[in-house]
């Protein structure tokens, strides 16, 4: 095994581990839940086999809905943005860069990792409090759920990406 698969195992655990037993007990304002975990999929590297990306999301958003009693939507939802990311991905990162670009604050900066988490996160939440709800009888709960948990997903996952890196 190479360090980077030992990392990604590392990396599948702890974050797994840290949504379930405390993320999904944290519902503020009854509406904003962290899903922290779609972090592992923003953080895959530039040209990472895409076969590998959909593999890990799947497996990861498979072990968050066995142990969140959420069957299947965020298995469905990581896989979505597992075939999204690498897309996303190319449209901040320069043409001349290297192929093996680590998507993180310090390899795009700022603004555009920022702007990446941003639109994955969005999309993660949308898909899967779409799924979740299923209706659109209750529109303004919908909402407030995609909005509330986009944004304290994406200022945690800004927090988490610049601990990590120092």
Known sequence: MTTDVLKRLLMFVILGLVQVLVCNHIHLLGYATPLLYVYFVITFRRNYPKWAILLWSFSLGLSIDAFSNTPGLAAGSMTLLAVVQPYLLEAFVPRDCADDLESSM???GFTKFSLLTALCVFLYTFVFFTLEVFN???WQQ???CIGGSTVLTIVLVLV?????HR
């Open 106 to 108: 310090s390899a795009l």
């Open 136 to 138: 659109f009888f209750n």
């Open 142 to 144: 919908w909402l407030l």
């Open 160 to 164: 988490l990406e610049n601990v990590r």
